[in-house]
């Protein structure tokens, strides 16, 4: 393998685990150093010492270099690629190879780490077919949410991005506010082809105050997703959180009979909605999106994640949207409007 992919997928490997952010961008800053460098070059650099003096290149990176320079598969990497995980069930294997699409990302317009096109080129080197771009509406100061001028800035940009093999979708994690309303103006939810609707605020209100903010998200008809629905975290570096109280049975009915979508966030922190909920969930006869409410391009490949914890619980796979051809996609998320 070339040097420069070695660097780049180790960089991609290294945010799928959630390592230290300055060990990913080492890697990231180490491709970049030799991205246009060619290989017969690289080589006289190597071994004249010009490499090791690059700025950009440290110990570890020059090993990389150096290994694939050789023709081999460098060690560090190996070493990631034999403890990745990847789902342990042949259901979830299955489920996985099955999904098309990721409808909940982000870039460095709102809390990712990464342009658009560095999330666009990894979703398709892993296969998607096709991903919404959903960073933040304008509530969420905290993580750049996008004011209504910035989001339609973004959407011309994303009509610009043509990566041949994935379709991107223009879409927005938009908040649910206090009152049930979406945290953006309608006339630019209807330009958007995905909406998924978050809470992201008053986590711990009484449950009918959820409820109601639940409930009025899924009866606007921009909303296509309900995302990671009940705001938990289990695990990692922002502590754990508990979830959310809600009445579950009008939540999940009011969803099943709109053809809103119950987000399964492929998180490892998330790992929302918890199992007792997801089963509730299939039993109401809801449909459901798999995601990875990616913040970086190693994130979108906690999909397996999701898709394990979706076929343990049973979820019909005619039920997933992820699933669906991209026309069927969009039929679905526009049919409200």
Sequence with gaps: MSPHDALAEIAFRLERDRA???????????????ADVAADDLRARAADGRLARTKGIGGRSLEVVTQALAGAVPDYLQRLRDEADTPSSAEGRALLGALRGDLHTHSEWSDGTTPI??????ARLL?????????????????NGLTPERLAEQLDVVAGIDEPGLRLLPGIEVDVLEDGTLDQEPALLDRLDVVVASLHSRLRADRSEITARLLGAIADPHTSVIGHITGRLVEGRRGTRPQSDFDSARVFAAAAEAGVAIEINSRPERQDPPEDLLAEAIAAGCLFSIDTDAHAPGHLDFLGLGAERAAAAGVPVERIVTTWPVDDLLE?????R
């Design 20 to 34: 230290e952010p300055f060990r990913i961008q080492a890697f990231r800053r180490a491709a970049a150093a030799i």
């Design 127 to 143: 296969g998607r077919e096709y991903i919404a771009l959903t960073d933040h509406s304008p509530n969420l100061k905290v993580a």
């Design 332 to 336: 679905w998320s526009h049919r409200r």
């Design 117 to 122: 096109e560095a999330m666009v080129e990894a």
